[in-house]
């Protein structure tokens, strides 16, 4: 299987870096894992309604161009599914027995996607109603995928 996941940003912080280069190492057995940046627009605090979605916009330009033909598209979005680890393991699972094994993680900027990513993804996910940072998200979302593989091989880190 082949996972790629698109932010936008760069991270910043060294222990979110060595925590994605830990499960990064992790993924090796079970699938190619790759994690793309695309660059964030300035948003200043105070933006205007209109302000704001046109740095999403721009932002989901970078995005969408990256979308590669066959790639099934996962967007994490505040409002999408909120589902268990389990369940994200049985989609993983759902998705490699239809023949669909390259899978596109997207997580947008500070102002969230622009409308244009989210529609033109198959599963809208979402980590529950807090405010992550995005940077950690990266993290958390490859922690997620990894706990997946496992909990699909019935291997017991995911308790």
């Not at 925590?19 to 793309?36: N, T, Y």
């Not at 969408?64 to 599914?81: E, N």
Request: hydrophobic residues 40%; contains cysteine.
């Amino acid at each position: 299987m082949n996972i790629e996941i698109i932010a936008v940003g760069k991270v910043k912080e060294n222990y979110i870096s060595e925590g994605l280069k830990e499960f990064l190492k992790r993924m090796k057995p079970f699938a190619v894992v790759e994690i793309k940046e695309v660059p964030d627009e300035r948003a200043p605090e105070g933006l205007s309604d209109r302000e704001a979605e046109q740095v999403k916009a721009r932002e989901g330009e970078r995005l969408l161009r990256l979308i590669k033909p066959g790639q099934v598209v996962i967007v994490l979005d505040s409002k999408g599914r909120n589902i268990s680890s389990e369940e994200l393991a049985e989609e993983i699972s759902r998705w490699g027995l239809r023949g669909k094994s390259d899978l596109l993680f997207i997580i947008g900027g500070s102002l969230g996607l622009h409308c244009d990513v989210i529609n033109r993804a198959e599963m809208v996910l979402s980590f529950g109603k807090m405010t992550f940072p995005h940077q950690l998200m990266r993290l958390l979302l490859l922690e997620q995928i990894y706990r997946a593989f496992k909990i699909n091989r019935g291997e017991p880190y995911h308790k």
